[in-house]
């Protein structure tokens, strides 16, 4: 009788114990909690194309001192981003902010640092949030004016693009910045064929990722210091017409869309 209380007594106490840990593990196990993802640059291009989750776009600006973009370079970005994707606003919100990095950036690190200093989520309740940090300093490939380096993070070199300017000016940095701004979007967006397989052949064969076409924003050479050099004069700050299709026909389902964050309910494919 005694044994009998004594295992009785232990197998009690075995029982609460399995309790408490399987608790304890429904509690704070990293099951539970589930990482953001951050994907790969055009991840979120349904998300922005689509508005039954997404009603809102607000870009974070996250800039150090003497780096911060010229408004009419933010305005661009939310006037290009407007034309693409429906949504009841598009905003942007500028916070100066010290990135506590020395030397020079690689991609590893620029994906670090953006989700330690942005502000919340790339999906956060019916926001989609892209995050744009202009820093001091370069990127480790000094030809590199600006890199999208996931589905929602980018990062400018201004300092490198003010260097990137010809001696008269044409184009000029201000109009370097904003296209390479708008060019980093563009990845964002998928472009070209980043998430997708187009329908038209205007992938740049030689610089994949790329359009052909020289008077797109999406063409490679608008993102390497040697812009000045290649185009001359005035700088393509726009989607053209096989980038906008892309985003139409992914929009409407007519290409499938890969490697995405976010699906829409009952997406076709
Ligand atoms: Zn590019």
């Known amino acids: 009788m005694r044994g009998y209380l004594k295992n009785s007594k232990a197998l009690t106490l075995f029982l609460v114990l399995i309790l408490c840990s399987s608790s304890l593990t429904g509690c704070f196990s990293s ?50 981003i407007s034309s693409v994707c429906e949504k009841q606003s598009v905003t942007y919100e500028l916070f100066l902010t010290d990135f506590e990095h020395e030397g020079k950036w690689t991609n590893e690190e620029i994906r670090l640092v953006g989700r330690e200093t942005r502000d919340a989520d790339a999906m956060n ?25 996931d589905a929602s993070t980018v990062m400018i070199f201004v300092d490198n693009i003010k260097e990137s300017e010809n001696l008269i000016q044409r184009p000029s940095w201000e109009n370097i910045e904003a296209s390479v701004t708008v060019h980093e979007l563009g990845h964002l967006l998928g472009l070209v064929n980043l998430v997708y397989q187009s329908n038209v052949d ?61 699906y829409p309910e009952e997406y076709l494919y």
């Open 31 to 80: 099951e539970e909690v589930l990482p953001e993802k951050y994907g790969i640059p055009g991840g979120l291009v349904l998300a922005c194309l689509n508005s039954s989750q997404f009603n809102e776009i607000i870009i974070e600006v996250d800039y150090e001192s003497d780096q911060k973009p010229r408004p009419e370079t933010l305005e661009m970005l939310v006037d290009r």
């Open 202 to 262: 205007h992938e740049d064969p030689d610089h994949p990722g790329h359009s052909s076409n020289d008077q797109s924003v999406m063409y490679w050479a608008i993102e390497t210091s040697d812009v000045s050099n290649i185009l001359f004069g005035t700088l393509p700050n726009e989607f053209d017409s096989d980038d906008l299709s892309d985003l139409s026909n992914l929009k409407n389902s007519q290409i499938q869309a890969f490697d995405q964050l976010w």
């Open 125 to 149: 309740g019916n926001q989609l949030r892209f995050h744009f940090m202009f820093p001091s300093g370069k990127h480790t490939n000094e030809n590199v004016l600006g890199v999208a380096v």
